[in-house]
């Protein structure tokens, strides 16, 4: 689980702060000493004019480290201390002529004007690392809100960020999904702890979506600022910020702290606008397989119907008019059409059940022999006048799959076979081992309900899917075969595959409602495997189910070994 991340706060006060503080002012008292040190060492050798430039260069030097404040205390400490030191007559603060008065003014005014000047420039250094700083800031929020699967689990984030901006506890609410008509406050998330009156100002700010307070233009009399987490035309949350900040009403400090609200208030909308869209598809779906549902019940569960209800009508109203083989094949009629109806019942529940999220198999070791025996006995109870025959290649490993699903898979792929199969030609179902091949392999192995791409993949990808190889369940039959086009079309659940190969026979009518082939791909993909279709070099088509195998666990020892 991804850790919440959030804007990182400006630095405050640190001992490193406090020890370059110290640093500063040691080095304005070594430079004001050096220059003392100077003007004493030059005192008699130079003019007085020469050593006023001394304490000029001083000054200018402390004034890099020092206030402005306590840099104008200094410099008139300076002067006062020139005066009494070096200037006509010494020893008091007296001046003998007129320019020397105007040299220690002068000397005075220099001074101040180069410490505003320094502390003009440290000044504006300052307020470009500050914007330095911000700007960073928000970059890295924003990048950190960009891709976040739960925005909502960053406001806490925001919260600790605001409440740094604003010197004083900050406090969110943050919409769970719609606006409320009122004050629910369970329709929030809230941080932090704010009072009534707080409270009752964090919603007015999300409805109106404005800021409040001190410099907004609304309600400036208020003492905290309450900033709105914007959308795109919409209010999605509200902040609350007290301290020094807001009531000294900073306007930089008020931009910014919109600037971090907003892309909180954008994630949030397009975290909604997503999860909006994706109702939308899945009721649209849902209504879409509702409608296709609806009408293949409507057509092929109607038709069996109406003929078992018109055989069984014969049956009791002229079961005396009739001879024993009429009777006898009406009862065929109604047994066939109860099987169909069946059959399309298991692969509708099938089909559901495989399309759901976490479906969970019933896997065990099973032999590739009983399962394609138990296909071929009821195929023959089916249709016992087919010719439907099979080969399972000696050696075959075990397939760890779930027995009742590849038996509906085989039944389903054997019945469509029969299907399309004219009475005098064969279905056959072989079974055999394909080892990983340096040529690629047609299995795109897609996640079950995912749609197959149609590329191939590379034998370092099947190596590395099935290591041991796969199993290949295949159920050839002789019919026409399947246009190009609906090779894939025909696994989509509900499509019959109308089109034949170009040049043969016309396909028979087809009773099925087309879930057949969509629930057989679903099962082999459920196990990890593919079901695709191949055109056979003589006509017909090849349904081949590709199953990974899996090495065996070695058989437990017997008792007594």
């Known amino acids: 689980m991804p850790t919440p991340q959030h804007p990182p706060t400006p630095p405050g006060p640190t001992p490193q702060a406090a020890r370059g503080l110290r640093w500063r002012l040691l080095l304005a008292a070594l430079s004001w000493a050096a220059g003392w040190a100077a003007m004493a060492a030059l005192d008699g050798r130079v003019d007085l004019a020469n050593l006023a430039m001394l304490l000029v260069l ?41 320019q020397h008065a105007l040299l220690l003014g002068a000397m005075l005014a220099v001074n101040c004007i180069i410490a505003a000047l320094m502390a003009a420039q440290r000044h504006q250094a300052q307020q470009a690392q500050a914007h330095a700083w911000q700007a960073r800031q928000l970059r890295q929020w924003s990048e950190t809100l960009r891709d976040a699967a739960d925005p909502l689990a960053h406001a806490g984030g925001l919260q600790a960020a605001l409440a740094a901006l604003g010197g004083g506890p900050a406090a969110l609410i943050v919409l769970r999904d719609g606006l409320p008509p009122g004050n629910d406050e369970q329709a929030v998330l809230g941080l932090g702890e704010p009072d009534a009156d707080q409270r009752a100002g964090l919603w007015h700010c999300l409805r109106q979506g404005q800021a409040m307070g001190p410099g907004t233009g609304r309600h400036g009399e208020l003492p905290a600022w309450y900033v709105p987490l914007r959308g795109r035309g919409r209010c999605l949350g509200a902040a609350l910020l007290t301290g020094p900040a807001p009531a000294r009403g900073d306007l930089a400090s008020l931009a910014h702290a919109q600037a971090l609200c907003d892309p909180l208030g954008l994630a949030l909308q ?13 009721a649209a779906q849902a209504q879409g397989v509702r409608n296709a549902l609806l009408a293949a019940i409507s057509h092929d569960y109607r038709t069996p119907l109406a003929t078992m209800l018109g055989a069984a009508s014969s049956l009791e109203s002229q079961a005396e008019r009739l001879d024993p083989a009429q009777r006898q094949a009406l009862a065929r009629r109604i047994v066939s059409e109860v099987g169909q109806l069946s059959r399309l019942t298991d692969n509708t529940l099938q089909l559901a059940r495989l399309d759901a999220p976490g479906v969970a198999l019933r896997c065990d070791w099973e032999s590739a022999e009983e399962l394609v025996g138990a296909a071929l006995r009821h195929a023959r109870e089916r249709d016992a006048a087919r010719r439907t025959r099979a080969r399972v290649e000696p050696g075959l490993p075990l397939l760890w799959c779930d027995a009742l699903l590849m038996s509906q898979l085989l039944d389903n792929l054997i019945d469509n076979a029969l299907k399309h199969t004219p009475p005098e030609g064969a279905v056959e179902l072989l079974v055999r081992r394909q080892l990983p091949q340096p040529q690629p392999l047609p299995l795109p192995l897609p996640l079950p309900g995912q749609r197959a791409a149609n590329v191939d993949i590379d034998a370092a990808t099947a190596a590395a899917q099935a290591p041991l190889g796969w199993a290949v369940l295949a ?35 087809s009773r099925g409602a087309g879930v057949g082939l969509a629930v057989c791909r679903a099962i082999a993909r459920a196990h990890g495997g593919e079901l695709r279709l191949r055109a056979r070099g003589h006509g017909g088509s090849s349904f081949e189910c590709w199953l990974p195998l899996r090495e065996a666990p070695a058989p437990a020892p017997e008792a007594g070994e």
């Open 58 to 98: 001083a000054s200018a030097v402390a004034s890099l480290w020092l206030p402005v404040w306590l840099a104008a205390a200094a410099d008139a400490l300076a002067v006062a201390g020139f005066n009494w030191q070096f200037v006509p007559p010494r020893g008091s603060f007296a001046v003998d002529l007129h």
């Open 475 to 509: 159920v050839r039959d002789r019919g026409p075969g399947v246009a190009p086009a609906w090779r894939e079309r025909i696994f989509e659940v509900f499509q019959r595959g109308a089109e034949a190969m170009p040049g043969a026979p016309a396909p028979l009518p």
């Open 270 to 282: 397009r975290q909604q606008a997503a999860l909006d869209a994706q109702r939308a598809r899945d």
